[in-house]
């Protein structure tokens, strides 16, 4: 399988669904739902059905979704907090992007390394991180609290919005979705978390291999994951699978 087989599947027309998700690993079995060709569509949302403990709000927003959309004309992009602004070059290569869907959630580490560097002052490191994630807009969201599961609860509000503005300047027509993971049924997980990183198109062919549950995955352009590699070394993610060259190539 070619490393830009998604793209050149699409033909680069309009009409194209791009997806903007976290990296993290309990998206991930949602999101291949969006990118498997071979499954039917009343079988991909039976798939998400198990996914969820029960029919929640979250279950049927993601199956109406996979309703609207075509894994063949849709396409995947991950990585720290679901960071439009930090996937800019690689959005920038997809000609006739027709929606952006922007999947974000809680208990998230991206949001996690923006409520540290809120509440402990930054360091030039934490402050990269934070500048990445587009941090002087979460700025008042801390306003005097140093709790820092406080500022993260703030600062995950504060996200979608923050991610709807900056996704307007790709695509006009953008929807939010917020997954709760907490209503998500997981299979127990080992103790070691491993990192994914991916071209564009490669979902969900990519995972073949890893550990599921405990794979968190990047997706996009090379330029682009620099900064999501260090937040993802920040929480503590160290074994990496890297699958090969991200140019994506017309
Ligand atoms: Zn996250």
């Keep these: 399988m070619s490393n830009d087989e998604g793209l050149a599947a699409l033909g680069h027309d309009s009409g194209i669904v791009v997806i903007v998700a976290c990296m993290d690993r309990r998206l991930v079995e949602i999101l291949k739902l969006f990118r498997d060709r071979e499954t039917p569509l009343k079988v991909r949302q039976e798939r998400l059905r198990s ?24 396409l995947v992009l991950t990585n720290a907090g679901a960071n439009v602004k930090g996937l800019s070059k690689t959005l920038g290569e997809i000609r006739g992007i027709s929606r952006l869907v922007v999947m974000t959630h809680n208990d998230c580490g991206g949001m996690k390394v923006v409520a540290n560097g809120l509440s402990s002052g930054a360091t030039e490191e934490s402050d990269e991180l934070f500048r990445h994630l587009g941090g002087s807009r979460y700025k008042s969201a801390a306003g005097n609290s140093r709790d820092i599961e406080e500022i993260k609860e703030r600062v995950e509000m504060l996200n979608p919005g923050v991610q709807r503005e900056a996704a307007r300047s790709f695509c006009t027509k953008v929807a939010i979705v917020q997954v709760d993971v907490r209503g998500l049924r997981q299979e127990p997980e080992g103790n070691e978390h491993w990192l994914l990183v991916a071209p564009v198109g490669q979902y969900p062919h990519a995972f073949d291999g890893t550990p599921r549950w405990q794979t968190y995955g990047i997706v996009g352009n090379k330029e682009d994951e620099v900064v999501d590699r260090k937040i993802a070394a920040t929480l503590g993610i160290s074994r990496i699978v890297d699958r090969g060259p991200r140019k994506i190539s017309r």
């Design 51 to 74: 996914l969820f403990n029960r029919e929640t709000e979250d279950y049927k927003a993601l199956s109406g979704l996979l309703a609207e959309t075509t894994p063949e004309r849709t």
